[in-house]
């Protein structure tokens, strides 16, 4: 069966910081990966995606890049943090195809910014 | 682009049926998703139409119509751990298979 890894849970950040979140995926092979944001009591905002290795294409314009550098990898980063990049982070993954849109999540990684 | 309404909050009651509205708009379709999350979790899949009318799965029922652009989840026999917010989701046409998600209906059951 597929199981989806993200980590950290839980970071309590600095203004002006790096970021590093790391998301993996197990059990299938040629995902597509995203990685959402969910600011309080809102829904979710896709952030980046990727088809495969090396494909990441961003949603929205920000501080955040996000990189694949294995098949079942997905890292998102960011070199200096603001505070309004606080928020629930989630990493997610589906199949390619029929069904393509049937997102599984990660556990999520709730970021604050201080 | 896709646009997505859902109502904010819901309150019913525990052994009740609840139905949540979802409106969209969108510039490309691949189904209509419902995902329920618990407070403080991440979201988990409950079901999705990509074709008009009823998906039935256990107390929970999802309906779509593309002409109108509408969409609902039943929930039946309500049960406390029910009380979640259930977020609509539209799937767009592309290979990226990217979904748009509502800002979610707020579920809270009573005893």
């Known amino acids: 069966s597929q199981t989806i890894h993200q980590w950290p849970a839980t970071l309590v950040q600095p203004v002006g910081s790096p970021l590093s979140l790391e998301c993996t995926v197990e059990?299938?092979?040629?995902?597509?990966l995203y990685w959402y944001r969910q600011a309080a009591g809102r829904g979710l905002q896709l952030l980046f995606y990727s088809v495969g290795i090396g494909q990441i294409s961003s949603e929205v314009p920000q501080n955040l890049s996000a990189s694949r550098p294995q098949d079942r990898q997905f890292i998102l980063s960011s070199k200096k943090l603001l505070l309004s990049d606080s928020g629930f982070y989630l990493c997610?993954?589906?199949?390619?195809?029929?069904?393509?849109?049937?997102?599984?999540f990660g556990a999520g990684s709730r970021l604050t910014v201080l | 682009g896709q646009n997505i309404d859902q109502p904010t909050e819901m309150t019913a009651t525990e052994g009740a049926i609840v139905q949540i509205n979802c409106t969209y708009q969108?510039?490309?379709?691949?189904?209509l998703f419902w995902y329920q999350q618990h407070a403080g979790e991440a979201p988990t899949f409950l079901s999705y139409n990509v074709l008009d009318g009823l998906e039935e799965k256990g107390r929970f029922s999802s309906f779509l119509s593309r002409s109108k652009g509408y969409s609902y989840l039943l929930l039946k026999e309500l049960q406390m751990k029910d009380s979640a917010s259930y977020l609509c989701a539209v799937g767009d046409n592309t290979n990226a298979g990217k979904s748009t998600f509502g800002d979610g209906t707020t579920l809270t059951v009573k005893p």
């Open positions: 969108t510039s490309g379709f691949n189904g």
């Open positions: 059990g299938t092979s040629n995902p597509n």
């Open positions: 997610a993954w589906s199949t390619t195809g029929a069904g393509a849109n049937v997102l599984t």
